[in-house]
């Protein structure tokens, strides 16, 4: 009988950064984690592992730091490393159509093979999300095996003593096969010292098969997250651990090529739609996800935790749309442009247009927990940068009408699409009356791109602490542990919203009560949008129209109406609390969006933006009064608790004795003065 004393580590890392990160905290990543890890890996040839990179970090640090990835391609050609594949915008395949899945992974393993000429035969799932659909794309991609988490197996029945090599599964007639993470070396590495890592690989031998210890996850644990950079090479983490595998008699190190040529599978296996544990506490609503928190703190009080935990499942990723109705409105303008882009005949489309709905397929602006850039401005930019871009190419080749009226979302209330060359006004038909997205083709932005405050679970942790607890024993506390604060947080700054926040919300100022009104449409044309109201008799009219680079909303009132009339105009604008975004008034510098401002009598201005690369005007036919604040929602990232500025909130006021109002936005590239 065979005796085995060996265990194989298949160790693997994941690099990747959002589409429409800034470029100076990409070039951070690198030089404190990308650079010095492959520096360091490279005078170690007998260690074998896997990488993997998302398609436009790849492109990213080879035009700029082509020597640092000439050591990776050398690595590769020697077989040190194997490269995985995937979607190459690190899309969640499962949320994209199957023709783009098909699209995104053929593109990133075309780009491998250019660049470093080895295709890849493994692929590395965004955020592990796991839902059998994918296994015809990934298939049908030449895609021989992924990594999953060790918990996907056990939320299948398996028991972790079975989860050893690979496993097969099939769907539609195709088949993968599937590796487990180990969750025990994702929290150990580098976490724990290195001489307490290697000695768990080395109790994973086995007498009956070929152990082996899969690890895969994100390089940036390697120097990026809060205290890893001195931890991992200034205190030498990484050659310690590198070392003491190599010196150990019981471990060797393979590319998952090589282990998955060498061993059989260990049977077939059908995984439930899942993703990691975290991941599934974080897609659930404050209120599920505070009995989901409280049910695992009370099962591992008991000490039943990790034989039960595959049955204390959370949600899914796609709780995502459901909770964050921003996200589902992102998901499904990508959706449709998807179905317009592969409708048009061959020789319309473009490979312009291909770039841009991948990169609206860029994962990191459609969900939020401890990571996730929701949250995020600027990435939700990105993702909204080149859905219009992409509209407007498709609209090139192939006009639509000036309006439409669909429920693009799905949630039970239309939308009116009005469109000229220039600009696109789209209006929920929920009673509001307001804009829920404003795009202007010319700078490729949607204004209306406003986050809404909501409850988050994580707002508890916030009212109950506010320093980090005190990290016992040795290593280096995780991310996911970390309680920190990187701005002050009030209470008033956690309040949820109760609507969305829009361009043109109404509302009656009546003996100081504020009434919000409620609208019915009237009629929809090329024309405009009309709508009306009735308060106690008295009609409000509203419409809103465009003209070539100018979003006009005008109102009509009763003439025996009394008080104050007040609209809010939620405006995203790229520079948020910078220095690059002011507002100007008859050529001065008033002051820039992260301050207060208030205005008497305005009646003309400018919202300039250097970000941006354009303005923003205000005129109206008579004067009004103006209040701008900065917009605010407060988040968590692996930094801490953070306010991150998402808007700049105008709000507008004038009495309702002025029978007839227009306001007018008029949209121009260019910053007004320099």
Same mark, same amino acid.
Request: hydrophobic share 40%; aromatic share 12%.
């Given at each position: 009988?065979?005796?085995?004393?060996?265990?194989?580590?298949? !160790?693997?890392?994941?690099?990747?950064?959002?589409?429409?990160?800034?470029?100076?905290?990409?070039?951070?990543?690198?030089? /404190?984690?990308?650079?010095? !890890?492959?520096?360091?890996?490279?005078?170690?040839?007998?260690?074998?592992?896997?990488?993997?990179?998302?398609?436009?970090?790849?492109?990213?640090?080879?035009?700029?730091?082509?020597?640092?990835?000439?050591? #990776?391609?050398?690595?590769?050609?020697?077989?040190?490393?194997?490269?995985?594949?995937?979607?190459?915008?690190?899309?969640?395949?499962?949320?994209?159509?199957?023709?783009?899945?098909?699209?995104?992974?053929?593109?990133?393993?075309?780009?491998? %093979?250019?660049?470093?000429?080895?295709?890849?035969?493994?692929?590395?799932?965004?955020?592990?999300? *796991?839902?059998?659909?994918?296994?015809?794309?990934?298939?049908?991609?030449?895609?021989?095996?992924?990594?999953?988490?060790?918990?996907?197996?056990?939320?299948?029945?398996?028991?972790? %003593?079975?989860?050893?090599?690979?496993?097969?599964?099939?769907?539609?007639?195709?088949?993968?096969?599937?590796?487990?993470?180990?969750?025990?070396? /994702?929290?150990?590495?580098?976490?724990?010292?290195?001489?307490?890592?290697?000695?768990?690989?080395?109790? &994973?031998? /086995?007498?009956?098969?070929?152990?082996?210890?899969?690890?895969?996850?994100?390089? %940036?644990?390697?120097?990026? *997250?809060?205290?890893?950079?001195? *931890?991992?090479?200034?205190?030498?983490? &990484?050659?310690?651990?590198?070392?003491?595998?190599?010196?150990?008699?019981?471990?060797?190190?393979?590319?998952?090529?090589?282990?998955?040529?060498?061993?059989?599978?260990?049977?077939?296996?059908?995984? $439930?739609?899942?993703?990691?544990?975290?991941?599934?506490? *974080?897609?659930?609503?404050?209120?599920?996800?505070?009995?989901?928190?409280?049910?695992?703190?009370?099962?591992?009080?008991?000490?039943?935790?990790?034989?039960?935990?595959?049955?204390?499942?959370?949600?899914?990723?796609?709780?995502?749309?459901?909770?964050?109705?921003?996200?589902?409105?992102?998901?499904?303008?990508?959706?449709?442009?998807?179905?317009?882009?592969?409708?048009?005949?061959?020789?319309?489309?473009?490979?312009?247009?291909?770039?841009?709905?991948?990169?609206?397929?860029?994962?990191?602006?459609?969900?939020?927990?401890?990571?996730?850039?929701?949250?995020? $401005?600027?990435?939700?930019?990105?993702?909204?940068?080149?859905?219009?871009?992409?509209?407007?190419?498709?609209?090139?080749?192939?006009?639509?009408?000036?309006c439409i009226c669909t429920d693009a979302d799905s949630d039970g209330h239309d939308e009116v699409f009005?469109?000229?060359?220039?600009?696109q006004a789209i209006v929920k038909l929920d009673g509001s009356a307001s804009l829920s997205e404003l795009?202007?083709?010319?700078?490729?932005?949607?204004?209306?791109?406003?986050?809404?405050?909501?409850?988050?679970?994580?707002?508890?942790?916030?009212?109950?602490?506010?320093?980090?607890?005190?990290?016992?024993?040795?290593?280096?506390?995780?991310?996911?542990?970390?309680?920190?604060?990187?701005?002050?947080?009030?209470?008033?700054?956690?309040?949820?919203?109760?609507?969305?926040?829009?361009?043109? /919300?109404?509302?009656?100022?009546?003996?100081?009560?504020?009434?919000?009104?409620?609208?019915?449409?009237?009629?929809?044309?090329?024309?405009?949008?009309?709508?009306?109201?009735? !308060?106690?008799?008295?009609?409000?009219?509203?419409?809103?129209?465009?003209?070539?680079?100018? #979003?006009?909303?005008?109102?009509?009132?009763?003439?025996?109406?009394?008080?104050?009339?007040?609209?809010?105009?939620?405006?995203?604008? $790229?520079?948020?609390?910078?220095?690059?975004?002011?507002?100007?008034?008859?050529?001065?510098?008033?002051?820039?969006?992260?301050?207060?401002?208030?205005?008497t009598d305005m009646n003309g201005l400018v919202l300039d933006d250097r970000v941006l690369g354009g303005?923003?005007?205000?005129?109206?036919?008579?004067?009004?009064?103006?209040?701008?604040?900065?917009?605010?929602?407060?988040?968590?990232?692996?930094?801490?608790?953070?306010?991150?500025?998402?808007?700049?909130?105008?709000?507008?006021?004038?009495?309702?004795?002025?029978?007839?109002?227009?306001?007018?936005?008029?949209?121009?590239?260019?910053?007004?003065?320099?």
């Open positions: 009988m065979k005796t085995y004393e060996t265990v194989s580590l298949l !160790f693997g890392v994941h690099a990747h950064q959002p589409v429409g990160n800034f470029p100076e905290v990409v070039d951070d990543a690198h030089q /404190r984690c990308y650079k010095p !890890f492959l520096h360091i890996l490279h005078r170690y040839p007998e260690f074998r592992f896997a990488a993997h990179f998302s398609g436009w970090l790849l492109d990213y640090l080879f035009n700029k730091y082509p020597q640092d990835m000439a050591l #990776l391609t050398e690595m590769v050609q020697r077989g040190q490393v194997e490269m995985f594949g995937g979607g190459d915008t690190e899309p969640v395949l499962a949320v994209i159509p199957n023709r783009d899945r098909i699209g995104q992974i053929v593109r990133l393993s075309d780009k491998l %093979e250019a660049r470093m000429g080895t295709r890849a035969q493994g692929a590395w799932l965004t955020e592990r999300v *796991w839902e059998a659909t994918v296994v015809p794309a990934l298939s049908d991609s030449k895609i021989k095996y992924v990594t999953v988490d060790d918990y996907h197996f056990l939320c299948s029945g398996k028991r972790i %003593e079975e989860l050893n090599g690979y496993f097969t599964t099939e769907e539609d007639g195709r088949k993968l096969d599937l590796f487990p993470i180990s969750e025990a070396l /994702r929290y150990r590495m580098p976490f724990s010292p290195a001489h307490e890592v290697v000695a768990y690989l080395e109790s &994973l031998t /086995r007498n009956d098969m070929q152990a082996s210890a899969v690890y895969f996850d994100d390089i %940036e644990k390697f120097g990026i *997250w809060p205290e890893t950079y001195q *931890w991992v090479y200034e205190k030498g983490w &990484l050659e310690d651990f590198i070392r003491g595998v190599l010196a150990s008699p019981k471990i060797t190190t393979q590319t998952y090529r090589d282990y998955h040529a060498n061993e059989k599978t260990r049977g077939i296996v059908y995984l $439930p739609t899942t993703s990691y544990i975290e991941m599934n506490e *974080w897609t659930l609503p404050m209120a599920a996800a505070h009995t989901y928190a409280d049910l695992v703190h009370t099962e591992k009080a008991s000490g039943h935790y990790e034989e039960r935990k595959a049955f204390l499942r959370g949600g899914i990723w796609k709780n995502f749309f459901t909770r964050y109705p921003e996200s589902n409105w992102m998901h499904k303008r990508m959706l449709g442009l998807s179905e317009r882009l592969h409708a048009l005949p061959e020789e319309k489309r473009t490979p312009e247009m291909l770039d841009q709905l991948y990169i609206a397929q860029a994962n990191d602006a459609y969900w939020h927990g401890l990571f996730g850039g929701l949250y995020l $401005p600027h990435l939700r930019r990105a993702v909204y940068g080149a859905i219009v871009q992409l509209e407007s190419l498709l609209d090139n080749a192939l006009p639509r009408v000036a009005l469109h000229n060359a220039m600009l795009d202007s083709y010319q700078l490729h932005h949607n204004f209306g791109d406003t986050l809404r405050r909501q409850l988050e679970h994580y707002f508890r942790k916030i009212e109950s602490s506010h320093a980090t607890h005190p990290h016992e024993g040795s290593g280096i506390v995780s991310a996911h542990d970390r309680v920190a604060f990187k701005h002050e947080i009030t209470a008033k700054n956690l309040m949820a919203d109760s609507h969305a926040q829009t361009l043109f /919300r109404d509302s009656l100022l009546l003996d100081d009560e504020e009434i919000e009104l409620a609208y019915e449409l009237i009629e929809t044309n090329t024309e405009g949008i009309l709508f009306r109201t009735d !308060f106690g008799g008295k009609t409000i009219q509203k419409r809103i129209s465009l003209n070539a680079n100018c #979003l006009c909303v005008s109102y009509n009132f009763d003439s025996a109406l009394q008080g104050s009339f007040l609209t809010r105009v939620a405006l995203a604008m $790229p520079s948020c609390n910078g220095y690059a975004g002011r507002y100007i008034r008859d050529e001065k510098i008033l002051s820039g969006f992260g301050s207060e401002l208030e205005l303005n923003l005007v205000f005129n109206n036919n008579h004067p009004i009064q103006l209040l701008g604040m900065p917009y605010f929602t407060v988040s968590q990232s692996e930094a801490g608790f953070e306010k991150i500025m998402q808007a700049v909130m105008l709000t507008l006021r004038w009495p309702l004795s002025q029978n007839e109002m227009r306001v007018m936005l008029t949209i121009n590239s260019g910053n007004a003065m320099p």
